[in-house]
């Protein structure tokens, strides 16, 4: 083992590596104004655990993540996501919400065990769950919004863990599939975008399901979305740099979306891990081999791609030795850094670089043959654990992550919408309810969990309505007004345990007073017919 001099001595070579590669990498700072194509669509997103509460309601089945957060092994113990944000029983007030920000589209995910108690279609559906999701579909369209859809949010049914161990289970994929189809079968009239957001075996079935039986009826399309922050050579002179963030974006996105598209994993993972597997004394790969029967299946099973960035690495080659046992990071050979002088966002992991956004795009649209791209996730969370509604923080990351991305289409990206996350400030798995990546403020502290406008609802609402970025001086003047009307909301939010305490005294005093003076009344009345008499 090296000794500790050694390896402080190697990082404070590393971040002044970072620093040198900063100053010579354009920033990409020079703001464009311009509009997006006629009808780019602009939504937001959420996800069923995270919001919608009502945990074992209605014939719901209990999810792994209600097992994992009753078990208090989350960072916040004491956690859960049995209410979250309530929105199981808010359908209309979050759909206003939505018709208040003039989104075109909202991104929510259906809840597996809701539908589904244990997992398996052939034992029970639950009318209650499909009723459920099926008057909030009819409630968008009818609000003007399209539904787009994803079938798996983490939230898999605790039965088929528990049964079947999960995901590492390769029946899980014919569980899936049967899901899937009972979502085509009873919502597909109506929803003509959906995410199926699993691994890449069970999305083909899935998206072939949907091909084979459901698409000449509905004229629908199915995705998948995928999650990975743009990685930069910390040296762009260096070859092993280079290679290494080439590596970073393969184990990051290429994982999943280069069976999709190429029918193979990408050959940098086979090379390494087979390499590392070797060295271990394995006979075989850790990383699976796909039959030619099923890389055809794969191949081309997507009609779009979603897309999920929330921020960027400086990334160096690193070796780590193959005894170290097998792991993703030691899989990778290389090391994520980051610039201090970006501005950090309220998760510990996650810095404002716009620019990232961009290269990522084109990265995309390069390596996967220029596919039609739904950004699917882009946001930040809150910057301090306050109540303060005027987030300009966010506003400048909107602005900046937008602004990218119409760079990126000025590039010859065919990106077709964008989905800013979230609607709601909600439950962030095992974060809890530390972090808060909502346009709208959620008070968890009240049962009925009111929800207040940030500064940012204002700003994207102007974004959306311009469909961009007009000229300087109105899109300046979109912050202004956005941070004067934050002071208000932060009024309310002030004189809201006041009323609160008002409302619980009227309910107290009011009847205390009423029945008093009907007793009252009543001596009076007595003593009058007493003298009278």
């Known amino acids: 083992m090296k000794p500790v001099w050694v390896i402080i001595l190697g990082w404070i070579a590393l971040v002044l590596r970072v620093g040198a590669a900063r100053r010579g990498t354009p920033e990409e700072a020079a703001f464009y104004y311009g509009t997006f194509p006629p009808g780019f669509s602009w939504g937001v997103g959420s996800s069923a655990y995270q919001t919608e509460g009502a945990w074992d309601q209605d014939g719901k089945g209990p999810s792994i993540w209600d097992a994992f957060t009753h078990g208090g092994k989350g960072q916040v113990p004491a956690d859960t996501a049995d209410a979250a944000c309530d929105s199981y029983y808010k359908v209309q007030e979050d759909i206003a919400l939505l018709k208040e920000l003039q989104v075109s589209h909202y991104r929510f995910s259906l809840s597996w065990p809701r539908l589904l108690p244990t997992g398996v279609r052939d034992e029970q559906v639950n009318k209650r769950g499909i009723e459920f999701y099926s008057d909030f579909i009819d409630a968008l369209l009818e609000s003007n919004i399209t539904p787009i859809v994803t079938l798996h949010h983490w939230d898999l049914p605790q039965m088929l863990q528990v049964t079947y161990g999960g995901w590492q289970n390769a029946s899980m994929t014919r569980y899936f599939r049967d899901y899937a189809d009972l979502c ?92 590392k597997s070797a060295k271990q004394g394995l006979e075989t790969s850790r ?20 897309l999920g960035h929330f921020t960027t690495r ?61 950004v699917t996730e882009n946001g930040a969370s809150q910057k301090l654990h306050c109540t303060q509604f005027c987030d300009e923080w966010r506003i400048q990351y909107l602005k900046g992550y937008i602004n990218e991305m119409l760079k990126a289409i000025k590039d010859g990206v065919n990106i077709r919408g964008y989905t800013s996350w979230s609607l709601l400030d909600k439950f962030e798995w095992e974060k809890g309810y530390a972090d808060r990546y909502g346009f709208y403020y959620v008070d968890f502290s009240v049962r009925h969990k009111p929800r207040y406008p940030k500064a940012s609802v204002q700003y994207y609402k102007e ?53 008093l003076s009907i007793l009252i009344a009543a001596l009076l009345l007595t003593l009058l017919f007493r003298s009278c008499s």
């Open 184 to 275: 085509f079968e009873v919502f597909g009239d109506r929803v003509k975008h959906w995410l199926t957001f699993s691994d890449p075996r069970a999305h083909a079935q899935a998206w072939h399901s949907y091909n084979n039986t459901w698409r000449s009826k509905q004229q629908g399309q199915v995705g998948i979305s995928l999650n990975c922050d743009w990685g930069e050579p910390v040296d762009t002179n260096s070859p092993d740099d280079i290679e290494a963030a080439e590596r970073y974006l393969q184990f990051c996105l290429g994982w999943f979306a280069n069976p999709i598209y190429a029918g193979d994993y990408p050959q940098v993972m086979k090379d390494h891990i087979g390499m």
């Open 287 to 306: 990383l699976p081999a796909f039959s030619l029967q099923e890389k055809s299946y794969l191949k081309g099973t997507s009609d779009f791609l979603g």
């Open 314 to 374: 400086y990334i160096t080659q690193r070796k780590y030795s193959s005894l170290q046992g097998p792991s993703y990071q030691n899989d990778r050979d290389l090391v994520e850094l980051v610039d201090p002088n970006w501005p950090e966002m309220g998760s510990s992991w996650l810095y404002s670089v716009p620019w990232g956004f961009r290269r990522l795009l084109n990265f995309a649209q390069t390596q996967y043959g220029d596919p039609p791209i739904l």
């Open 463 to 515: 974004i959306i309505t311009a469909n961009g970025f007009p000229n300087p001086r109105e899109v300046e003047s979109w912050r202004l007004q956005a941070l004067e009307t934050c002071s208000i909301n932060n009024q309310m939010l002030a004189t809201e345990p006041l009323l609160r305490h008002m409302h619980v005294a009227s309910e107290i005093v009011v009847p205390t007073v009423c029945a």
